[in-house]
Nanobody
Framework: QVRLVESGGGLVQAGGSLRLSCVAS????????MRWYRQTPGKQREFVAG???????NYADSVKGRFAVSRDNVKNTVYLQMNSLKPNDTAVYYC??????????????WGQGTQVTVSS
């Protein structure tokens, strides 16, 4: 059983910064892509940022230049550094990872989410 646990969310003033972490634990052979999404009440979950196994990154237009995604393959962790935060960045942030366990094909796992609230 593989679990993803996000941390680092909280309350911050507009213009401030937060760093989210997402750690995978359990029986893991390999991890491919890692991504961050966010969701606000009544809206669909939206893509925020992603990073491939070789470190290629991509971002939603709304966060380009402000957010940075990175990964530590030894720690099975993906990070999201969020700078110049705005009130409309307020959301629950979720990570997912595409990974393999022993005797499995690639599959997707989601974390439970961490709340980010940006006050004006």
């Amino acid at each position: 059983q593989v679990r993803l646990v996000e941390s680092g969310g909280g309350l911050v003033q507009a213009g401030g910064s937060l760093r989210l972490s997402c750690v995978a634990s359990g029986s893991i052979v390999s991890i491919n892509g890692m991504r961050w999404y966010r969701q606000t009440p009544g809206k669909q979950r939206e893509f925020v940022a992603g990073i491939t196994s070789v470190g290629i990154t991509n971002y939603a237009d709304s966060v380009k230049g402000r957010f940075a995604v990175s990964r530590d393959n030894v720690k099975n962790t993906v990070y999201l550094q969020m700078n110049s935060l705005k009130p409309n960045d307020t959301a629950v942030y979720y990570c997912n990872q595409v990974l393999k366990s022993p005797d499995t094909d690639w599959y997707l796992v989601w974390g439970q989410g961490t709340q980010v609230t940006v006050s004006s």
